[in-house]
């Protein structure tokens, strides 16, 4: 279990590649990243938007097929080819009028790390680097692109009373 107040968390930031997706892809015949998504970490996501979580998709990976699984999913904040990802994050928390404690975010590897070490609530999947493993508040018992997003999501939702609160649940 997260050893967090859940209950404040307003956003919740999620990496790509070796959190959503699998830290091993397969590349395509003109060098495009072939990424593989997990099923229930895409129930729980687009279950959250519905909730009012607001969900937010921060990567280095500049991939069209990313963008479109996750905006259709209903996620609105999809932040594509950051090199430097805490100049975005402080742009997003801006915008939205966030404090760090209000924030969970999930990352797996160094250019994660910025991020951690700011936000109140840094988690990571169970195959994440040992740096980032230092900073996690909690660590997912899942690998990375096997429903550890939904594994801190449920966490989120069930600590909100949101979790299975309405006909919401029940359908994409």
Same mark, same amino acid.
């Given at each position: ?14 990496d790509?590649?070796g ?9 395509a ?23 009012? @979580?607001?969900?937010v998709? /921060?990567? *280095? #990976? ?10 259709? &999913?209903?996620? =609105?904040?999809?932040y ?5 990802k ?26 994660d ?6 936000v ?16 996690? @508040?909690?660590?997912?018992? /899942?690998? *990375? #692109? ?10 989120? &939702?069930?600590? =909100?009373?949101?979790w299975l609160a309405d ?6």
């Amino acid at each position: 279990m997260i050893n967090y107040d859940l209950k404040a968390v307003r956003a919740v930031i999620f990496d790509v590649d070796g959190v959503l997706s699998a830290e091993t892809i397969t590349l395509a015949s003109d060098g495009e990243p072939l990424r593989t998504v997990n099923i229930k970490d895409g129930y729980a996501i687009q279950l959250a938007v519905k909730m009012g @979580l607001r969900i937010v998709i /921060l990567t *280095g #990976g500049k991939s069209e097929a990313v963008r479109l699984r996750y905006e259709r &999913l209903g996620v =609105q904040n999809i932040y594509m080819g950051c090199g430097v990802k805490i100049q975005t994050y402080e742009a997003f928390k801006a915008e939205y009028g966030l404090k760090d404690e209000e924030i969970v975010y999930m990352g797996d590897d160094v250019p994660d790390l910025e991020i951690m070490r700011r936000v109140g609530c840094p988690v990571c999947p169970k195959d994440a680097c040992p740096d980032v493993k230092a900073v996690s @508040l909690y660590v997912s018992q /899942l690998p *990375g #692109g096997h429903g550890c997003g939904r594994d801190v999501l449920e966490q989120v &939702l069930r600590a =909100q009373g949101k979790w299975l609160a309405d006909e919401k649940a029940f359908g994409w």
